[in-house]
């Protein structure tokens, strides 16, 4: 029986890192499921209001996410450039969530572009890492279609890496 529990200590762990970021589910709300790419800063902003008003925030719920679609371009230096018409400044957005006691998440994928042909941040990990950290990104969804058939477990690390090299926990 000991034998048992030994090499149940031994082997029986779960491989993480310990950064302090997802210790618990992610309790909120994801724009794809009712508005796919009929995304906006005001959606996204109403979105923010109408959990806090409705105290949903008390039960845990937290994250507000912005799925695929917010993406428009990126620059001639390959920075991720939101839709400048559906988000004109994403700062501005994250911060107007954080007023509100939640979190800001985004998604984006492991291929050249996402589902939805937006950019994707293949071969941009640490530029998007880096611009997800300075908007004031809490949360990632990170998708893989587009991803020139490169198996997940080699592309996710990638990202996981840049964003822990922020410094900030996304």
Avoid at 32 to 38: I, K, Q, T, V
Wanted: one cysteine or more; aromatic letters at 10%.
């Amino acid at each position: 029986m000991s034998a048992i529990l030994i090499l149940s200590l031994l082997f029986g762990g779960v491989l993480s890192l310990n950064n302090g970021l997802g210790r618990t589910p992610q309790m909120g709300w994801n724009s794809w499921n009712h508005f796919h790419c009929d995304v906006s800063d005001q959606l996204i902003r109403a979105t923010a209001d109408a959990i806090v008003s409705k105290g949903l925030d008390k039960h845990g719920y937290v994250y507000v996410n912005i799925d695929d679609c917010w993406a428009g371009s990126r620059a001639s230096d390959g920075t991720i450039i939101p839709d400048p018409k559906a988000f004109p400044d994403m700062t501005a957005l994250a911060s107007y969530v954080h007023s509100k006691g939640l979190k800001f998440g985004l998604y984006s994928d492991a291929g050249e572009k996402t589902c939805a042909g937006r950019p994707g941040s293949l071969n941009h990990e640490v530029s998007d890492a880096n611009t997800y950290a300075k908007w004031g990104v809490d949360y990632l969804k990170y998708d893989n279609c587009n991803n020139d058939s490169i198996n997940p477990e080699i592309r996710y690390p990638v990202m996981r890496n840049a964003l822990n090299k922020t410094g900030r926990p996304i």
